[in-house]
């Protein structure tokens, strides 16, 4: 069983930066694919970044290209979400995850879902 674990949300003026944490409780990278989900209330939560971990790519949803970065750090098993010029439509519940997979899909990262959630952390934009 591996938990996940998010920190860094917080409040900040429209235009500012965050930066996400989620510590792993072990190694999941040989294998995986790890990324950043958002919730807001009364909507589905939507895929922000992932990354896959046996060819290193990195996929981000449209409304995040060129300002969110989405990086690891393999020995210390913690993901990060760099948030950069966040606008009024980023605010929600970010949350960390997992997708243990077998050696040989080919499909996207998270296409069936993920193996493990961290609990979130909340981001929103102070007036």
């Known amino acids: 069983q591996v938990q996940l674990v998010e920190s860094g949300g917080g409040s900040v003026p429209a235009g500012g930066s965050l930066t996400l944490s989620c510590e792993a409780s072990?190694?999941?990278?040989?294998?995986?694919?790890v990324g950043w989900f958002r919730q807001t209330p009364g909507k589905e939560r939507e895929g922000v970044a992932s990354i896959k971990s046996d060819d290193g790519s990195i996929s981000y949803a449209e409304s995040v290209k060129g300002r969110f970065t989405i990086s690891k750090d393999n020995a210390k098993n913690i993901l990060y979400l760099q948030m950069n010029n966040l606008k009024p439509a980023d605010p929600a519940v970010y949350y960390c995850a997992a997708e243990q997979r077998n050696p040989g899909w080919v499909w996207p990262c998270f296409e069936y879902g993920a193996n493990y959630w961290g609990n979130g952390t909340e981001v929103t934009i102070s007036s």
């Open positions: 072990k190694s999941i990278v040989p294998s995986s694919c």
